[in-house]
């Protein structure tokens, strides 16, 4: 068994118990996955998760991929290969994919529930295989020929990237150097440099398709002027078979060398440098920046869950090593010599910091699932052939918060969970240096939490009003009023204030917006307060999300179903404690964070360069 330590049970309980799933499967768009198929998928998963997926990680950590400069290739550690050949074979990889493409049509939520589980075992392996997503981008946007190549990715299971960064763009996508120059024959011909491309090159497949933003020749500045490209590794010269023709003008020329993720192999790419990297549009409009949005976003939720899983190991792995690491005597026998050491789970502090790491854990987990049943909305009402214009709003506004709120929480309380751990935390014998690597790269990469602290405000809260917004608020504020009385009346207050004070918060950066039409200096007061919205946004959805699970588990306490003398009891008392610990120690912060929002400060942007 590996470093990867599962927890089946809270992710069952999430779906089902909490977020009503059960209703949900067997019927209507989904009827083909019922709650028992469900329940067998993540058993089977979660197996194979813990015993094969697991290991491959840690080896490809000890012994990263290879590039070989002459060959312009990379090549990754047998172990690796030897994972993700079972993954493949198994046809976990379907899972994601609709029925026109070989897929099982499954709910969104099932889908990310299995992404945990590979994620938390093996990052890299599960974002190989998600040239998935971008198979179904192409069938959903592409011509008749470019869904056959969509089908074909599939098939012969080939890699995909998403290819947008340059060396001097950065996150300044606008500012796109790459270019593309039309060719009589109808396709066209780029050329350029990208970098930081996760999986730009392996030996995972015998192709690579490449969905690469670049700017055709005579479209104007900024992001408007880009348009989205397919360019393949190697030529599909036979479309109906997939037979592959000549090697393609894009290679590798660097492999990135990392803190982290070392088994992703991250590249430099280099287009028509020596002979033309031919591609064709995407769908046949240029509409670049549109079009990638639909991948950017599917990756901002494997980002998402990619953290929530691994803090999730991670705590778990902490509360293990706790448990048998005896040090010192209880501070209520500080002073009596005679008195037994004890283990450090007797010790507050140790106590205080594994219960938060608990609330934030099983707290994200709770994020990822909700807006993956938002998505089920979303699949349910495309399958009827209507849009649920409501569910699409509230995904967009909850995306950056999984992905921004969820990178940054994570990295800070594996950062906790490393304290628990001592100085043994800090070596290879144990899994969690690993994972503090692996997951900063969270907070970066598809956008650093700036970026999605902006994206929220500015994209999400102002475009529309706050409507969304609003509409969740209320939904979470309602949810807290009510249920006024039992045990947890107390923490349901929090939230009532919580949420009062986000509103207020919200508000003052929409009439700051405002005032910015007039005295355009006013929007740096806004500026400096959308990662601070971001995270308070996010800490009142778990604080609203762990609440829901105490509810569910009072009632199973109440009702005697919760089997009192075994480990289900202890369950429902740590759902229970989690919740109002969370409330208690975290909603609070609103308040300050309200009032440190609303203060003016003209010094930020006032200091001269040269006083930094």
């Not at 590039?67 to 993700?84: C, G, I, N």
């Not at 590249?267 to 064709?280: D, K, R, S, Y």
């Not at 026998?333 to 007797?346: H, N, W």
Request: with cysteine; hydrophobic share 40%.
């Amino acid at each position: 068994m590996g470093h990867y330590k599962s927890n089946l049970r809270d992710l069952e309980f999430t779906l089902f118990d909490v977020l009503g799933r059960a209703e949900a499967y067997g019927r209507g768009a989904f009827a083909g996955t019922g709650q028992d198929t469900a329940r067998a998928v993540l058993a089977e998963v979660e197996r194979m998760a813990v015993h094969q997926l697991a290991d491959a990680s840690v080896a490809a950590d000890r012994t990263p991929p290879v590039y070989d400069p002459r060959a312009r290739s990379v090549t990754l550690p047998d172990s690796f290969k030897e994972a993700y050949r079972a993954w493949m074979e198994g046809g976990w990889h379907l899972l994601d994919l609709p029925a026109s493409l070989g897929g099982a049509d499954v709910p969104p939520s099932l889908r990310w529930a299995v992404a945990e589980l590979a994620l938390g075992a093996n990052p890299a392996l599960y974002l190989y295989q998600g040239f998935t997503g971008f198979a179904r981008v192409l069938d959903r946007l592409g011509t008749d020929e470019q869904r056959q190549l969509a089908r074909l990715m599939v098939e012969r299971q080939w890699g995909s990237t998403m290819v947008l960064t340059e060396p001097e763009a950065g996150s300044d996508v606008g500012a796109c150097r790459t270019r593309a120059r039309r060719q009589p024959d109808g396709s066209w011909h780029l050329e350029g440099v990208k970098r930081f491309i996760t999986s730009g090159e392996h030996d995972l497949a015998e192709n690579i398709v490449h969905f690469v933003l670049a700017r055709p020749e005579g479209h104007g500045p900024g992001t408007k002027g880009l348009s989205l490209f397919l360019v393949p590794k190697f030529q599909v010269a036979d479309p109906g078979t997939g037979r592959l023709g000549a090697r393609n003008g894009v290679f590798a020329t660097a492999l990135e060398d990392k803190m982290g993720l070392k088994a992703s192999a991250t590249c430099e790419l280099t287009f028509g440098a020596e002979e033309p990297a031919v591609g064709t549009l995407l769908g046949e409009e240029h509409d670049g920046i549109r079009q990638m949005f639909q991948i950017i976003e599917q990756a901002r939720m494997i980002v998402g869950t990619k953290s929530a899983a691994t803090l999730s190991t991670g705590y778990l792995n902490a509360v293990a090593y706790a448990k048998e690491r005896v040090q010192g005597t209880d501070l209520a026998a500080l002073g009596d010599r005679s008195a037994p050491k004890v283990p450090i789970t007797r010790h507050p502090e140790v106590r205080r910091s594994l219960l938060l790491q608990k609330g934030f854990a099983e707290g994200l987990r709770a994020l990822v699932l909700y807006t993956a049943t938002v998505q089920d909305r979303i699949a349910a009402a495309r399958a009827e052939g209507r849009t649920d214009q409501e569910a699409t709003a509230l995904n967009g506004l909850l995306l950056p918060i999984v992905k921004g709120y969820s990178s940054e929480r994570a990295c800070e309380q594996l950062n906790h969970a490393l304290q628990i751990l001592g100085g043994a935390g800090y070596t290879k014998d144990f899994p969690l240096e690993q994972y503090i690597r692996d997951t900063k790269i969270d907070t970066l990469y598809e956008g650093t939490t700036a970026i999605q602290g902006l994206d929220f405000f500015f994209r999400k809260v102002a475009r529309d009003q706050g409507t969304a917004l609003r509409a969740l608020l209320t939904e979470v504020d309602k949810d807290a009023r009510d249920e006024t009385g039992g045990d947890l009346a107390p923490e349901r207050a929090l939230l009532t204030e919580a949420v009062a004070q986000l509103r207020a918060m919200a508000d003052a950066m929409g009439t700051q917006l405002l005032r910015s039409v007039d005295e355009p200096s006013a929007v740096h007061q806004v500026g400096r307060n959308t990662t601070r919205l971001l995270m308070a946004t996010g800490d009142v959805l778990l604080g609203w999300l762990l609440l829901r699970q105490a509810a569910v588990v009072e009632a199973k306490l109440a009702a005697g179903q919760d089997g009192r003398n075994g480990t289900e009891r202890a369950f429902c008392l740590g759902k229970i404690a989690t919740a109002r610990f969370f409330a208690q120690e975290v909603l609070p912060l609103l308040t300050a964070e309200r009032a440190l929002a609303e203060r003016p400060d003209s010094q930020l942007m006032e200091l001269p360069d040269d006083a930094w």
